[in-house]
């Protein structure tokens, strides 16, 4: 297994092509009586995990995908008056706000249909109704499976109110968001270089729930450091612990380290929905789980506090470290 940091170059392409091991992800199915007991298992191995029957229809998968493939395919020109994203709207290269990049486009929305900028407006200008409306569908349905695998944690880690954590998510003030990711084809360059498209880092939020179409890409980090492939698959969704429930399950699951290489031959087309709670939420290891405080890992903090830090960071920032206990 190759130790990808030591290839990363400062321009942000890999002086390599490893090949990568494909990991075994673990398989839930949603129907399954067993399935919060797989969940919670996963969520303490991985952080990551796959799920089948969720419930989100096919075709609204496709249908979502073949919209926002269309609106990538618009001049650069009409792209970029729903630009640069703050944080939401259209962006290109440029990752957050501290000089990070990627091979990468990507929409930004915010999934509370009230916080409308105009930025977001400008997206659903230049696209057909049904963009919108696909946006919204998928918004909806999404947020069920979030839920309802949250509801799953509860039961599986023995909370006895599941609403738990699901309220968070189900709250009108969360503050949740929708990711629609474009990866270029990255030919293969003559010194064999390959190109990130979005460098390592974790998820800030409760959970992601990632769809893609059928271009590999995606990796994650597992515990001893090494990166696998995660082979795609067009029909399940992937769910990655963010760093929220890191905390509140006081470090029994850990939030993923993860990352997308640019395919050479194919673009990759992924739609991330992050569960987040609302912004004056108070993000602290469950009492429930720990009773004492003197065992809690971290300390207290609002989720609005958070994600201005986050902001601050760069995208592979360790950024629980500021909010642990010494
Ligand atoms: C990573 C997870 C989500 O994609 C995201 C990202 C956000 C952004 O692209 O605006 C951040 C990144 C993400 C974490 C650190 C900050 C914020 C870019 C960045 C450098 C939407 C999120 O919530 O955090």
Not at 102 to 113: F, R, T
Request: with cysteine.
């Amino acid at each position: 297994m190759v130790v990808l940091s030591q290839h990363v170059a400062l321009d942000n392409h890999l002086s390599v092509i490893p090949t990568y091991k494909p990991v075994l992800v673990p398989v839930v199915d949603l129907t399954d009586p067993e399935a919060k007991t797989l969940i919670v298992k996963a969520c303490e191995e991985f952080g990551f995990f796959k799920v089948v029957n969720h419930g989100v229809r096919p075709h609204l998968m496709t249908r979502l995908e073949q919209e926002a493939v269309g609106f990538f395919a618009l001049p650069q020109s009409l792209k970029n008056q729903a630009g640069p994203p703050e944080p939401y709207g259209y962006g290109s290269k440029r990752i957050g706000p501290n000089g990070d990049v990627g091979w990468i486009e990507y929409i930004l929305l915010n999934a509370n249909p009230q916080l409308t900028s105009p930025k977001t407006s400008a997206i659903f200008r230049q696209t057909p109704q049904i963009f919108r409306e696909a946006v919204e569908e998928y918004m909806k349905e999404v947020k069920e499976v979030t839920c309802k695998v949250l509801e799953m944690v509860a039961e599986g880690l023995g909370i006895e109110t599941r609403d738990t954590l699901s309220k968070m998510v189900r709250d009108e003030k969360s503050d949740s968001c929708l990711r629609m990711n474009h990866y270029p084809t990255a030919e293969e360059e003559a010194e064999k270089m390959v190109k990130v498209g979005f460098g390592e880092h974790t998820d800030p939020q409760i959970i992601s729930v990632l769809r893609s179409n059928n271009t590999a890409g995606l990796q994650i980090c597992m515990k001893d450091g090494s990166w696998v492939a995660v082979p795609p698959d067009q029909s399940s969704l992937f769910i990655n612990v963010g760093d929220a429930l890191q905390v509140m399950t006081n470090g029994r699951f850990k939030s993923v380290k993860h990352r997308v290489l640019a395919d050479t031959r194919r673009s990759r087309v992924s739609m991330i929905y992050f569960g987040g709670p609302p912004l004056s939420q108070k993000i602290a290891p469950l009492p429930c789980l720990v009773p004492k405080q003197e065992d809690w890992l971290y300390k207290e903090f609002t989720w609005s506090q958070y994600k201005s830090s986050a902001y601050k960071s760069k995208l592979g920032d360790y950024r629980l470290g500021l909010f642990e206990k010494q």
